[in-house]
C-alpha cells in the first residue's frame, strides 16, 4: 500500500507540472506553439495534472484551501475538467495566454505557500 500524499507532496506536483509546461515552451511564442500539437498535447496534460492536485489539496485540506484563497484551487480544477472532458474543443489562444499570462505568478505564489508550510511544520527542505 501506498503513503497518503500531503499537502507539501501534492504542492510539489502543481510545481513540477508549471515547470515541464515551461520547458515545453521554452523560446517558443504563440505561432509555435499553436503550430506545434505535440506541445499542446503535454503542456494540456501537465495542465490536467496541476489541477488534478490542486483538487486533491481541497478535498484533503480545505481548511488550507481556505487559509490560501489566493491560489486559485478551484480554477485550477475547472480548467482541468475543460480540458479532460471538452478535448475536442479546446481554445489553443486560451492554454497559450494561460501559459504565459498565468502560470508565472502561479509558480511563484506556490512556492511561497510550500515554503511558508515546511517552516510552519518544520517538514524540512526548501520549495523546489
Do not use: C
Not at 5 to 29: C, F, K, N, S
Not at 76 to 94: P, Q, T
Amino acid at each position: 500500500m501506498s503513503k497518503a500524499l500531503r499537502v507539501p507532496d501534492y504542492l510539489g506536483h502543481i510545481l513540477q507540472a508549471i515547470e515541464r509546461i515551461e520547458r515545453y515552451t521554452a523560446g517558443m511564442d504563440a505561432g509555435a506553439f499553436l503550430s506545434s500539437e505535440l506541445v499542446q498535447d503535454a503542456v494540456i496534460r501537465n495542465l490536467e495534472n496541476l489541477g488534478e492536485a490542486s483538487n486533491n489539496i481541497q478535498r484533503a485540506a480545505p481548511e488550507f484551501a481556505a487559509r490560501h484563497a489566493g491560489v486559485p484551487w478551484a480554477f485550477m480544477y475547472a480548467m482541468r475538467n475543460r480540458l479532460s472532458h471538452g478535448y475536442a474543443h479546446v481554445d489553443l489562444e486560451i492554454v497559450w495566454n494561460a501559459v504565459q499570462g498565468d502560470l508565472p505568478g502561479l509558480k511563484t505564489r506556490v512556492r511561497e505557500v510550500l515554503a511558508d508550510l515546511r517552516r510552519s511544520q518544520d517538514i524540512g527542505g526548501e520549495a523546489p
